[in-house]
Every structure is written in C-alpha cells, then in structure tokens.
C-alpha cells in the first residue's frame, strides 16, 4: 500500500543519513521524544532550528565583516550555533563549528571566514534534508499511517 | 249510775271499775317481777358490783311488792279467807322490807355519787398529766433542737464548746457547768471552758481519779459527788451544793472514720462536762434532764468532729491551692526555659555550622594544594577534628530536634542496593585497618527501590555497623538485609511496637552481627540512653559523645520502627537489629520535582532539554530570560538549569 512504502522510503532516507553523518544519536531521542502528548515535536524542534541557525548566521556574517572583528562575540555566537546543532543531532554542522571555534582562538580572520563558508554549506546541505525527511512525515500522516520507529 | 251514749258496756259500771283495777294490778305485777330480772342480769353482766347486799334487799322488796298486787288479784272477787290471811301476809313482810331498804338506801346513795365524782375527777387528773408530758416532750425536743442547732451553727471549736454550755446553762437552769479536755499528753484532764465566773483556766486535775473513769467508763450521765474534784468549781459557801452531774463527751478523730467500720469509742480520748444544780434549790436531777445532757454530749462530739474535719479539709485546701501556684510557676519557668534553649539552638545551628563548613571546606583545600608532610599532617588532623566537631553539633542539634518532635523525614525514594554498597564502601576501609571482614548480604525480595529518609538511615545503618566496628578487634561484621515478615516483626521485649501490614510499606529488617567484645546483659537498657557511655576501659578510643545510638533509636522510631541489640555477654559478640517501616514506590503519590530551564535566546536547546526532562517524568518551567527566571523562581524548584553565560548578578539573586 501507499503508506508501507511511504514508511520504508521514509525509513531508508533516514538511514541514509545517519550513514552519511548528517544526523547522529541525537536525532533519535529526539524522536523518541515524539509521542501521543508531543505529536509534532520534531517538527517543532527542526522548525526552531532553522529559526535559529539563519539569525546565527547573520549575526556571524555581520561580525566577520567589520573592520575590528570580535573574536570573544564571533566565539559566542559560534559556541551557540554548536549548542544548537548538538541538540538536534546536526553532527556535520557541529563538527564545522568546533573546527571554526580553533580558528577563532587563532584569530585568523581568513580562516574564520572560510570555517563560516563551510559552515553554511553544512548547514544548507542538512537544511535540505530535514526538509525532505518532513515532507516524507507529512506524507505517511496525510495517507493515516504512523511515522515508524528506528531500529537502531 | 248514768251511762254513755257510745258503747253499752258489757259490765254494769262498778264492775268497770273492778276490771280496770284487776288490770293494773296485773301489770304492776309483772313490772316488779322483771325489774329484779333485770337488774340480776345486768349486775351478773357486769364485773364489779360492790352492794350485794343491797341488790337482794332491794330485789326481795321488789319481789314482796309485787307479790302484794299480785295477791291483789283474788281479792277483786269474792275470796276465801285464805286468800285473806296470803294477803295480809305479804303485806306485812313488804312493809318491813320497804322500811328496811328505805333505811339502807340513805347510806347507800351518798356513796354512789361520789364514786361518779371520783371518776371525773380521775380523768380530769389524766388529762392533765397527759398534757404536762406532751408539755415536757415538746420542752425537750425544742431545747434539744435548739441547742443542736445552736452547736451546729458555727463550725469553730470554740464556739461550739462554749455555746454548749450557755445553752444547756439556760436550759436546765444550772449554776455551773464545765468542760474539762484532756491534755496533749492525755494524763490530766484541764479546766478548759466554764460558764459563770472565770476561775484559773488551766486548772488541772489528773485523769486517773476513780471518779472520772467513773464517768468515762458509761455513755450515760453518772451523778457525782459535789466535792470531787472536777466537780469543786465554786468556791464553798454556807449553803448546800446543789447536785452534780458528769457525762464524757467522746472526742473523735479524723483517723476513726474508717470507710467500713464506724468509729471505735474505744479511742480513750474523753472529755468531762461537768453540770451544777443551783445550790440550796432541793431540785433533783430528773431522767429526762439526764437524757438531755447525753444528748448534748453526743452532739457536742459529732460537732467537734464536724469542725476537726472542716479545719482539716481547709488546711489541705490550702495547702493544694499553694502547691499549684507553685507548680504554675514552675510550669513556666519550664517553659521559659524550653523557649530559651530553643531559641538558643536555632541561633547557635546557623552560627556554629557556618564557621564549621567554612574550617571543613578551607582545609579541605589546603589539602589539595603542596604541603609539607608535617604540614599535611596537620591539615589531616585538622579536618578530622573538625569532622568530628561537625558530627557532634549536628548530632546535637538533631537530638533536640528529635526530643521537640520538629524534626521531620525527608522522604524520597531511593536505591537499597546503593545504599548498602555505599555504607560498606565508607566501612571497608576501617575495618580492613583494624584487619576485620564485612559481608553484606541481601535477601532476593528486596525491592529495588524503597521510599524514605534515605539519608537518616545511612547514618543510622552507619552508626549500628561503625560501634559494630568500633569494639571488635578481631572476627569481622555481617551486615544481612531482608524484608520482614510478621513473624519477626514483633519483639517480646518491646509490646508497644505493633507493625502493621499494608499495600504500600513493607518493613526492612536489617541484622549486624558481630564478633567482638558483647555487652553485658545488663547493659543493654541503658544503650540507648543519652551520654551514657556503658563500656568505660574500651571508650578509650571511641570518642563518641554517647548520643549516636540514642539519635537512631530516635530516627527509627520516626520511621515507625525500632531498634534493639542482642548479646549473649562480654566477649560473645552483639547484634544489633532494626527494622524500619519504608514505602513502595510508584504506588505512592510522590511530588514531582519541578525545574526551571533557563537558556539563553537559543531555543532549540531549550526546547530539547525541556522534552527530555519532561519525559523523565518532570514538571519544566522553561523562561527565556535571566530576569524571567529570577522572577518565576520560587521555593518548589528544585532544580534550575542555567546557561553559563547568564551573567552573575542574575546567578547571584537566583541564589
């Protein structure tokens, strides 16, 4: 039926991820949160997590732009936008921000505006797929069937 | 003879005449026969008759007459000269006995008159003497009444005794009268009250005078001798002592009523009233003024007594009503006392444990940093001394807390498995120093999880196995962990601990044996007792304050428990058992801990921190802001999470 297959395609799309390191652990128990009393958790976290992230972003964006950068304000916002992606699971992005926090210990401006490239990449790229993988959701609701549980 | 015109008469008129008179003669007859009919009849009839006599003369003249009229008869007709000679016969010896009985009659009658007066004279006398008794009884009750009353009316001895004898005085219309009361050593009997003229009051008479025992030897007023001693109250005149009476007047006391039996008379205390008649008046005593006099002596007793008693009750009264201002006094000063050694303590917890926290914790890290092997001696011996002094406050404090009832149980669940394997973890050490095994074992139905005061009975478990520890020198502890069963629950030594079985608790029993040194039997009771040390040569080292055990004996009863230790003597080891009421959980309603989650500004990590504490079952509070939560946190957070870039003026009034 339409929606077994919704549910596989939705399965084998989120292993894919977890294989290919966009989304680690964490993503899991956050959809272990999701339950009769929290029916649109998830969706509500990633939705926060865009929110976020594209404010973080310009706020770096800005930042790295003045004539005296704040390294300290430049940490700050990069140390959240870590939290943040920690939190939902978002394992590449994380990644890119700790290696961008090195750089900014270094004070290295070029190499804190190429961490913050990177980091945009990472995050648009998991952007996308968050996307997708909520779209597949609403898909297997819209047809009646429950979102599936991963094994691992 | 003329003849009327209504009825021809049957006779001629003369023989009318005739007729009637033969007639009359006939009835008068019969009439002076029945008379002495009668009159034998009636005097047969009644009992006393004294002119026999005179009935038969008078009765013959009766008979005689009317044996004359009767003869009288024949004569109507023509009669034989017999009939004459009857006639004539009869009237000569009725004539002589009419004369005869006329004669007797002028003696008799007097003396028949005057028997009647006799009579109504003998009655007007009874009449009269009854009314003079009636007249004297009424007398004697009213003076009774009166003087009972007189008696009765005041409760004061002295008033009794002296109205006594005023009113007896009056009554009986005495010259004297005295009381003589018997001496505080019962040997002499004192002139104490008199009526008339003040003689020495004080006057003695011994109490052993023949007459007296006389007189305390009856119940009833005994005349007695005017010259006697008791009775010479007046001084010798030339005239005649009028008589003189003595009764004894019993004087009871308090301890003679038993609840049973009334009181003895043979309680040997008499008193002696002593009455005068007024001299040179020839009246006598009469027995109904005796009577009196016994009457006024009873009275007079029960009187006395009535007053002994009142006096008694007023005494006591007043010394209860002395006693309770004392005791309130005492009450208050108590309760000042109490206030004050409260206030003391709730003082004296702040201040003492603050400088003790502050010496604990600083030489705590004075020993992290680079000592000296002296100086780190030192610190050592510091922290431990201030360990120790630590324990001792808080013990301190905690007792009297226990002792007021304000302490309460902080109820949580926690683990018994870790609970147990933490107190082994914190005794292992010591014992292996002094080279001791320990075993823990616990039974298979334990649950996991139990619901109480998780950290009091950590220190009372660690009290138990640390003396267990502290006097054995060789040998070890087992320390064994089951849940109680009825059986086991009740000690016969202890009635008055009743476990009672339910759905939500079930009783931890726990047993420390240990090998060493035992205690002797008759120490076991005073263990539990506060600052009582009961093994003097081994507290050597035991620096204990002697409160320990009193504190768990305290924290086990408040978990609805209790504690004892069992030994067979010195050197045979102890064992101290104690079983303690904790709940179930998840089948009672715990409270649920509440948090307040503060990040800033990034949401998602909020949001995620929230659910995952939501799912472990937590009330979250999640604010957005520092000043939003210094707002919203209030006494039912437990738990706050705080971003470390919340600045410190926020953390700071958070705490």
């Known amino acids: 039926m339409e929606v077994d297959q919704l549910q596989r395609s939705f399965l084998e799309y989120t292993n894919s991820l977890f294989r290919e390191g966009f989304l680690d652990g964490q993503f899991g128990q956050l959809q272990l949160l999701q339950d009769e009393s929290n029916p649109e958790f998830v969706f509500e976290v990633v939705s926060l997590f865009f929110e976020d992230s594209e404010r973080i972003l310009n706020d770096l964006t800005l930042a790295l732009d003045q004539q005296n950068v704040d390294f300290k304000k430049i940490d700050a916002h990069v140390h959240q936008f870590k939290g943040s992606s920690s939190s939902i699971g978002a394992q590449r992005v994380r990644n890119a921000c700790i290696a961008f926090r090195n750089f900014c210990e270094g004070q290295n401006v070029e190499a804190c505006r190429r961490c913050l490239q990177q980091v945009k990449q990472e995050y648009l790229l998991v952007k996308t797929k968050l996307e997708a993988l909520l779209r597949l959701e609403q898909q297997i609701l819209a047809a009646g069937g429950v979102i599936p549980m991963l094994d691992s | 003879m003329e003849l009327c015109n209504c009825i021809e008469p049957p006779w001629p008129a003369d023989e009318l005449l005739m007729k009637y008179q033969y007639i009359s003669d006939f009835f008068i007859a019969l009439a002076y026969f029945s008379i002495p009919l009668e009159l034998i009849y009636f005097v047969k009839k009644s009992a006393v008759f004294p002119y026999r006599w005179v009935l038969v003369q008078f009765g013959a003249f009766i008979v005689l007459c009317g044996a004359t009229h009767l003869i009288n008869l024949w004569t109507f007709t023509m009669h034989t000269r017999t009939v004459a000679v009857v006639m004539t016969t009869a009237k000569i010896l009725t004539a002589v006995v009419s004369c005869a009985t006329a004669l007797m009659l002028v003696h008799i009658i007097p003396d028949l008159l005057s028997v009647k007066t006799r009579e109504l004279f003998l009655k007007n006398k009874a009449a009269e003497l009854d009314r003079e008794m009636g007249l004297i009884r009424t007398q004697e009750e009213t003076v009774g009444t009166m003087l009972t009353h007189e008696i009765r009316s005041t409760l004061d001895r002295h008033t009794i005794l002296k109205t006594t004898l005023v009113e007896l005085g009056r009554t009986l219309g005495l010259e004297e009268c005295a009381l003589w009361m018997p001496t505080r050593s019962g040997l002499e009997l004192q002139l104490s009250y008199t009526l008339r003229h003040q003689n020495p009051v004080g006057f003695t008479v011994p109490i052993q005078l023949p007459v007296i025992n006389q007189v305390f030897n009856t119940s009833r007023a005994v005349k007695i001798s005017p010259n006697s001693p008791v009775a010479r109250l007046r001084p010798v005149g030339k005239y005649m002592p009028g008589e003189v009476v003595a009764v004894r007047v019993p004087l009871l006391h308090l301890n003679n009523f038993q609840i049973h039996d009334w009181p003895e008379l043979s309680t040997k205390r008499y008193a002696l009233m002593v009455l005068m008649l007024p001299s040179d008046s020839a009246r006598q005593w009469h027995v109904h003024e005796l009577e009196l006099v016994e009457v006024v002596a009873d009275q007079v007793a029960v009187a006395l007594s009535h007053a002994a008693i009142l006096e008694e009750s007023m005494r006591a009264r007043d010394l209860l009503m002395e006693q309770n201002v004392a005791l309130d006094l005492a009450r208050r000063e108590a309760e000042t006392a109490v206030r004050a050694r409260n206030d003391f303590l709730a003082v004296m917890n702040h201040e003492m444990r603050t400088p003790m926290h502050a010496i604990i914790a600083l030489s705590s890290l004075l020993q992290e940093t680079e000592l000296m092997p002296e100086q780190r001696l030192m610190v050592e011996t510091i922290l431990k001394s201030s360990n120790l002094l630590a324990t001792l406050i808080n013990d301190v404090l905690d007792l009297s807390r226990l002792e007021d009832g304000s302490l309460q149980l902080e109820m949580g669940t926690f683990s018994l498995h870790s609970l147990f394997r933490e107190a082994l973890n914190l005794i292992k050490p010591i014992a292996s120093v002094k080279r001791l095994y320990v075993t823990l074992s616990m039974s298979p139905d334990l649950p996991e999880y139990a619901v109480g005061d998780e950290k009091r009975l950590m220190q009372v478990l660690l009290n138990v196995v640390g003396n267990a520890v502290k006097f054995t020198k060789e040998g070890g502890i087992s320390i064994a962990a089951f849940v109680a069963k009825s059986d086991s629950l009740r000690d016969p030594r202890a009635p008055e601990f009743f476990p009672i079985p339910s759905d939500n608790h079930f009783y931890l029993r ?68 104690f079983i303690v009421k904790l709940g179930i959980p998840g089948r009672l309603n715990e409270s649920k801990l509440q948090f307040v989650h503060k990040v800033r500004e990034i949401n998602v990590g909020r949001m995620v921190t929230k659910g995952l504490l939501v799912h472990l079952g937590c009330d979250v509070l999640a604010v957005a802001s520092g000043e939003d939560c210094v707002r919203a946190v209030s006494q039912e957070h437990k738990v706050v999470f705080l971003d470390v870039s919340i600045p410190v003026s926020i953390v700071s009034k958070l705490l």
């Open chain 2, 510 to 577: 726990i047993e420390v044996k240990d090998t060493g040194s035992g205690i002797n039997p008759q120490d076991i009771p005073k263990l539990f007792m506060k600052f009582v040390q009961s093994q003097p040569l081994a507290a050597k080292n035991s620096g204990g304050s002697g409160l320990g055990l009193a504190i768990c004996k305290r924290f086990v009863i408040l978990m609805e428990g209790h504690i004892w230790i069992e030994s067979e003597g010195l050197g045979r080891g102890a064992t101290a058992i």
